[in-house]
């Protein structure tokens, strides 16, 4: 039996340990949370921080593994692509991948090599004065170069908001660094997907639209709907602008997820974020549903150096996941859902419990639950997720 480590234990990560099982992998957990629910499932666990390379090239000499994943975690791609590296094991270059995933790193990397990029500012904690910003760069997004889930951002329109924006981004990243770039004024909505590579070339891509709260935070999606409305001339550049990446970056094969930008300035497509890992918040699932791409058994496949099983897809519906977040702190005592909501709702995850202490949405780790969707139309699509805030309520504590 092939023993397969798996960086990360969460709610989104328990699919993957579940169909590794039934393909017949013997899988170990790594996460250094003890109470993380795919420790419970899996057949061994062990409790080092996914970030930490050494530690984990250690557990993984010691287990002599066969295989290393992680799946939507963007802090541990960077171990899994090292651990194999060092142990000769199916996966992307180690540099690769950590360009891909530390924004300072991937937009030098865009610039060096003439593709579309914002124009951008690097800082770190030990610098001696607050940037100069050209007055007219603003506004800027502000951003820790090694978070995810849009933690520790800020979009400001002028610089006496540039102090606290960078010491908020600088409190949410590892490396202790941070990103000031121009924030491009998108023309529709941004587009959010998962895309697939085989030998260099992409054999995959689906994207879908961004939804954002825009009553607490503009930054952090709470759905993305599926398909785009953007024009299939739009996808195509968007594909093509993908493509000339992953040639130059040198990602060889796997899943990773992309978030980009048509500007509205000049109609060119930007990557505003790209992972060396699929998405969270079920992306790869309601992708399944929607197009028919197996992202579990192709990343599966990848992390063994497998052939990837040939795959049908086509556009299959509507469908989008759909984030249940509290708009307030408190003390949570139930989520209640609509008949709307339940009527459309094809997999529900709710992860906060009667009790839980939750925080306001300002970023993914804040969520409460994901509930993945399938509707009868656009139309019906665009009603529910532009009425969604309208349809469940988070009761809290008095």
Do not use: W
């Amino acid at each position: 039996m092939k023993k397969i480590l798996i960086l990360g234990a969460m709610e989104m990560h328990l699919p993957l340990i579940r169909r590794a099982q039934e393909l017949g992998f013997y899988t170990i957990t790594c996460d250094y949370i003890p109470e993380a629910p795919g420790h419970k499932i899996a057949d061994e666990s062990h409790l080092d921080s996914t970030t930490d390379l050494e530690a984990v090239l250690h557990l993984a000499q010691k287990l002599q593994i066969d295989a290393i994943m992680t799946y939507n975690s963007d802090p541990a791609a960077p171990t899994a692509a090292f651990v194999a590296e060092k142990l000769h094991l199916p996966g992307n270059p180690y540099q690769t991948v950590k360009t891909m995933s530390e924004k300072d790193l991937f937009r030098h990397f865009l610039r060096e090599n003439n593709l579309n990029h914002p124009e951008f500012i690097s800082h770190d904690k030990n610098s001696a004065s607050v940037p100069e910003i050209p007055e007219t760069l603003y506004p800027v997004i502000i951003k820790p170069v090694d978070s995810s889930g849009s933690k520790g951002c800020t979009v400001i329109k002028d610089k006496s908001a540039l102090p606290e924006a960078l010491k908020t981004a600088l409190s949410k990243s590892r490396c202790g660094r941070c990103i000031i770039e121009e924030y491009i004024v998108p023309h529709g909505r941004q587009l959010h997907g998962d895309v697939f590579v085989s030998e260099g070339k992409v054999t995959f891509l689906y994207l879908g639209d961004h939804y954002f709260d825009e009553a607490i935070n503009n930054l952090v999606p709470y759905s993305t709907a599926y398909p785009t409305a953007h024009s299939q001339e739009e996808v195509r550049d968007c594909l093509d602008e993908i493509q000339r990446f992953i040639s130059k970056v040198g990602f060889k094969n796997g899943g990773f997820n992309v978030e980009l930008r048509i500007s509205a300035k000049n109609r060119k497509p930007y990557i505003i974020d790209i992972g060396a890992r699929n998405g969270g918040n079920f992306t790869p699932r309601i992708i399944q549903y929607a197009a028919g791409f197996n992202f579990l058994d192709a990343a599966l496949a990848v992390a063994c150096g497998k052939d990837v099983p040939e795959q049908r897809t086509a556009q299959q519906g509507f469908f989008s996941h759909l984030i249940l977040h509290s708009r307030q702190p408190g003390v949570l005592k139930k989520i209640v859902l609509s008949e709307e909501l339940t009527n459309r709702c094809i997999e529900k995850y709710i992860y906060a419990k009667p009790g839980d202490q939750v925080e306001s949405f300002t970023g993914a780790n804040t969520a409460l639950g994901v509930l993945l969707m399938k509707y009868k139309s656009r139309e019906d699509m665009k009603y529910i997720i532009e009425n969604f805030e309208k349809m469940y309520a988070v009761e809290l504590e008095v």
